[in-house]
């Protein structure tokens, strides 16, 4: 299950992947300015408009891939 951030109108604004928690997904059309970055990927690329072309070069996926694992951490360790 995930987190999700929604609207008072009841739109979704944010996802967080329970199994990734350090991801957030945003919905660039809940932004009121230009992004400062540039995209990362491009998710769910099956559901966009025939033409909507991407015209960077960052990976596109038909849908959302499955996220890597967090680094596994061991608080026992010393660090050094």
Same mark, same amino acid.
């Given at each position: 299950? *995930?987190?999700?951030?929604? +609207? ?9 992947? /329970?199994?990734?928690? #350090? ?13 400062a970055t540039a995209p990362s990927v491009h998710l769910n +690329? #099956? *559901? ?8 960077? #070069? /960052?990976?596109?996926? /038909? ?15 010393? #660090?050094?």
């Amino acid at each position: 299950m *995930s987190e999700s951030g929604r +609207c008072h109108c009841g739109g979704r604004l944010f996802s967080r992947p /329970a199994d990734a928690p #350090e991801y957030a997904n945003v919905l660039v059309s809940t932004l009121d300015e230009e992004p400062a970055t540039a995209p990362s990927v491009h998710l769910n +690329c #099956e *559901s966009k408009a025939p033409w909507y072309k991407i015209r960077d #070069e /960052a990976p596109q996926f /038909a849908s959302i891939p499955e996220m890597p694992a967090p680094p596994e951490t061991n608080p026992n360790q010393e #660090e050094g």
